[in-house]
């Protein structure tokens, strides 16, 4: 066969079907659409107007209007644009996918830019035929002996164009309604959806119902325009009332003067705001104004902490406005909006490719007419702009967080417990927002001072060097602790547990020339009420713990981890440090330690507890639970794949027992294991510390709460 070549046709009885049924993916856009057009006919007459090639009327008002007639089943788009010719008509209409925008834009490229103007892609019309059985176009072109022409369509492949009655400049699209669109008919639902798309539109948009009944407001006289229709003037006489004077003579006293004032035709109200803060220069904004239009946009009447304005113009226009919510508490969906615009015509919520993923968390307004769109504008074509315009965003956060934190630590720390979520979130998901906010992460302590990490390692420094200069080894405030004893490694762990002794251990990991680097632990609070035990001991021993409470914090901290390999992270009830225990008789704590161990397994009905016998300096706690961190994070990594069914102990073994040896109840146990009531002080004792570490399970909620009239009876005997 010999080479041919050609071109591809394309059927439009096919393709039609396909762009009214499968363009878009919400029906309701078709009203964005024919907005759209609207405000881009407005526009090009505006255009035309400033480079000379037009004179607008007098009365000239640029607006669009959208009326529905529910009787009728229509609805009308009415704008007050350049309008066509009948050429046009049969260019831009009856040619799919031919853009009137672009053809605009290339025939004035030398005069004008493209900045302003919405379509690009010619397929917008096509959309009425989504929610329309017919559609009709009357059009007059602002050229000179202009003829108006009426076009019809009934959502096939042919069409009507004939010479039309419209007598101003400017186009009106009727949409004969399919029964099963309807609704668009209905006042009340087209204002729910303008205000969905087209709120900040640059055009005045209002909103009518054909043949309703006219509404009347009255104002004062003062406040009459020239477009007002007076129906009634009114005379208020003065308002007086009888009062009592400094001598208590009564006296009549004018509370209000004598006003003229009209009854006139209500005014419409647009329903665009056609221009919105984000497109304002930031120091042309009040506090109030970025609070109002947080209210009227996102109908959230918590005040946001505070916000980011967004201004840029190179290499791309960029322009928005990104708050930082409240949160109430812990368990608030933190779930932000950020609304996506392109030329002040809303595209959509969320739109991943834009907008980081931890910064979805907020809630904004972003602006960018660079953005590259798909052809329906509701998605976006994979562009290298898009990556460019997702790092400015992080990067500007970024940069307000830290200039805030600089400038301003107060309200930084006044706002770090609402807006630490967000940050530590986009540091877990952003590698270069964690590089630029690590410095500027604040650790709460228990009590209430906000520190840096730096801050807290300083005071590991301080504590090490008091040690070796023959200082008390506690430090007064201290949040941090050097944990690994000098020479030790997991290797020296590991020989312990097969029984060597500890100088061979030590000798062992000294000779070994791949040391793990020391760890700074920094102990952690995530329920000061469940954990206020431990932390009174804290506190007693001088010792300090920063708050971590919030279910980011779980992730974060591995994150922390990481990234600081000599930082380590662990709960305040993870294990009983040195500094909150007495020096005691190693012999002697362990013969006690074997004795209660024997007891307690015996009277709890558990073999296999670990139990630890520790001289804590405050004798009045008698017995506590711990579990290794390492424990505890795999116990809560197998609840978040929902692992229950899975042994805990196979991931490093279960909580551990600690009792107190200078504890008199403790002290009496040991002394009396077959007494009738030490199986009783057990379980009360292993209860005691459970409540101290988790909330009991309702059945054993029940027991202990049994036990304790018990014995609470025995001590009234």
């Known amino acids: 066969m010999s080479k041919k070549t050609g071109s591809l046709s394309i059927n439009s009885e096919n393709i039609f079907p396909i762009i009214k049924k499968w363009l878009y993916s919400d029906h309701d856009i078709f009203v964005r659409e024919m907005i759209s057009n609207g405000c881009d006919a407005i526009t090009k007459l505006q255009k035309l107007e400033i480079m000379g090639d037009y004179t607008f009327p007098e009365d000239y008002k640029k607006r669009i209007q959208v009326i529905v007639n529910p009787e009728e089943k229509t609805l009308k788009f009415i704008d007050s644009g350049l309008g066509m010719t009948a050429d046009e008509v049969e260019e831009y209409i009856t040619q799919i996918a031919f853009s009137g925008a672009?053809?605009?834009?290339?025939?004035?490229?030398?005069?004008?830019?493209?900045?302003?103007?919405?379509?690009?892609?010619?397929?917008?019309?096509?959309?009425?035929?989504?929610?329309?059985?017919?559609?009709?176009?009357?059009?007059?072109?602002?050229?000179?002996?202009?003829?108006?022409?009426?076009?019809?369509?009934?959502?096939?492949?042919?069409?009507?164009?004939?010479?039309?009655?419209?007598?101003?400049?400017?186009?009106?699209?009727?949409?004969?309604?399919?029964?099963?669109?309807?609704e668009f008919a209905n006042e009340y639902r087209m204002r729910e959806v303008i205000e969905k798309y087209c709120s900040f539109m640059p055009v005045q948009i209002f909103l009518s119902k054909a043949n309703a009944e006219q509404e009347y407001e009255t104002i004062d006289e003062s406040e009459l325009r020239e477009d007002d229709v007076v129906v009634e003037h009114i005379h208020e006489d003065a308002?007086?009332?009888?009062?009592?004077?400094?001598?208590?003579?009564?006296?009549?006293?004018?509370?209000?003067?004598?006003?003229?004032?009209?009854?006139?035709?209500?005014?419409?109200?647009?329903?665009?705001?056609?221009?919105?803060?984000?497109?304002?220069?930031?120091?042309?904004?009040?506090?109030?104004?970025?609070?109002?239009?947080?209210?009227?946009?996102?109908?959230?009447?918590?005040?946001?902490?505070?916000?980011?304005?967004?201004?840029?113009?190179?290499?791309?226009?960029?322009?928005?406005?990104?708050?930082?919510?409240?949160?109430?508490?812990?368990?608030?969906?933190?779930?932000?909006?950020?609304?996506?615009?392109?030329?002040?015509?809303?595209?959509?919520?969320?739109?991943?490719?834009?907008?980081?993923?931890?910064?979805?968390?907020?809630?904004?307004?972003?602006?960018?007419?660079?953005?590259p769109l798909n052809v329906s504008r509701s998605a976006l074509q994979n562009d290298g702009t898009?990556?460019?315009?997702?790092?400015?965003?992080?990067?500007?956060?970024?940069?307000?967080?830290?200039?805030?934190?600089?400038?301003?630590?107060?309200?930084?720390?006044?706002?770090?417990?609402?807006?630490?979520?967000?940050?530590?979130?986009?540091?877990?998901?952003?590698?270069?927002?964690?590089?630029?906010?690590?410095?500027?992460?604040?650790?709460?302590?228990?009590?209430?001072?906000?520190?840096?990490?730096?801050?807290?390692?300083k005071a590991a420094e301080d504590a090490k060097a008091a040690v070796e200069n023959g200082a008390d080894e506690t430090v007064e405030g201290e949040v941090v602790e050097d944990e690994v004893v000098e020479g030790e490694t997991n290797e020296s762990s590991e020989s312990e547990a097969a029984g060597e002794s500890a100088d061979e251990t030590v000798d062992e990991a000294e000779d070994d020339e791949e040391k793990e680097p020391e760890k700074t632990t920094i102990y952690y609070v995530t329920d000061e009420v469940q954990q206020s035990q431990y932390i009174n001991m804290f506190r007693e021993s001088g010792l300090n713990a920063v708050i971590l409470k919030h279910n980011i914090d779980a992730p974060f901290i591995s994150h922390m981890e990481q990234i600081n390999e000599k930082v380590k992270f662990e709960r305040i009830d993870a294990d009983v440090t040195d500094t909150v225990k007495e020096e005691a008789d190693v012999d002697e704590l362990k013969e006690t330690a074997d004795t209660l161990t024997e007891v307690f397994r015996k009277a709890l009905g558990k073999e296999k507890l670990d139990?630890?016998?520790?001289?804590?300096?405050?004798?009045?706690?008698?017995?506590?639970?711990?579990?290794?961190?390492?424990?505890?994070?795999?116990?809560?990594?197998?609840?978040?794949?929902?692992?229950?069914?899975?042994?805990?102990?196979?991931?490093?073994?279960?909580e551990t027992l600690v009792l107190n040896a200078n504890n008199k109840l403790v002290q009496y146990i040991a002394a009396n294991k077959d007494s009738d009531k030490v199986p009783m002080l057990c379980e009360q004792l292993y209860d005691l510390a459970m409540i101290a570490h988790k909330p009991l399970q309702p059945e054993e909620m029940t027991k202990f709460i049994s036990r304790s009239n018990e014995i609470l009876m025995l001590l009234a005997q």
């Open 102 to 182: 672009m053809d605009f834009v290339e025939k004035y490229k030398d005069k004008t830019t493209n900045d302003e103007i919405i379509g690009h892609f010619g397929l917008g019309f096509y959309s009425a035929f989504m929610v329309a059985d017919e559609v009709h176009i009357d059009t007059l072109s602002y050229q000179k002996d202009a003829k108006s022409v009426h076009w019809e369509c009934d959502g096939g492949t042919e069409y009507t164009i004939e010479e039309g009655t419209r007598t101003e400049v400017g186009t009106e699209i009727t949409l004969f309604l399919n029964e099963d669109c309807l």
């Open 239 to 371: 308002k007086t009332e009888e009062k009592e004077n400094e001598n208590g003579e009564k006296e009549t006293v004018e509370v209000s003067p004598a006003r003229e004032r009209v009854k006139i035709n209500k005014r419409p109200v647009s329903l665009s705001d056609t221009n919105p803060l984000w497109t304002k220069h930031p120091n042309d904004c009040t506090a109030e104004e970025y609070k109002d239009f947080y209210r009227k946009v996102f109908q959230d009447y918590r005040e946001p902490l505070f916000w980011i304005h967004l201004n840029m113009d190179y290499p791309f226009n960029l322009k928005g406005i990104l708050y930082f919510p409240k949160i109430n508490t812990e368990y608030d969906s933190i779930e932000g909006t950020i609304k996506l615009y392109n030329n002040q015509v809303f595209i959509a919520d969320n739109i991943k490719e834009v907008i980081p993923e931890f910064l979805m968390l907020l809630k904004g307004v972003i602006d960018c007419p660079d953005l």
């Open 611 to 654: 139990v630890k016998v520790e001289k804590l300096k405050n004798a009045n706690i008698s017995s506590m639970i711990t579990l290794s961190e390492e424990s505890r994070r795999m116990q809560e990594m197998m609840k978040m794949y929902n692992m229950y069914g899975m042994d805990p102990s196979m991931f490093g073994g279960e």
């Open 386 to 457: 898009v990556k460019k315009i997702s790092d400015y965003i992080t990067k500007k956060v970024a940069d307000k967080l830290i200039g805030m934190c600089k400038t301003d630590r107060e309200s930084y720390e006044k706002y770090w417990d609402d807006i630490s979520p967000f940050i530590k979130y986009g540091c877990i998901k952003d590698s270069k927002f964690s590089e630029k906010m690590n410095d500027y992460i604040l650790y709460k302590d228990i009590d209430g001072k906000y520190q840096k990490l730096e801050d807290l390692l």
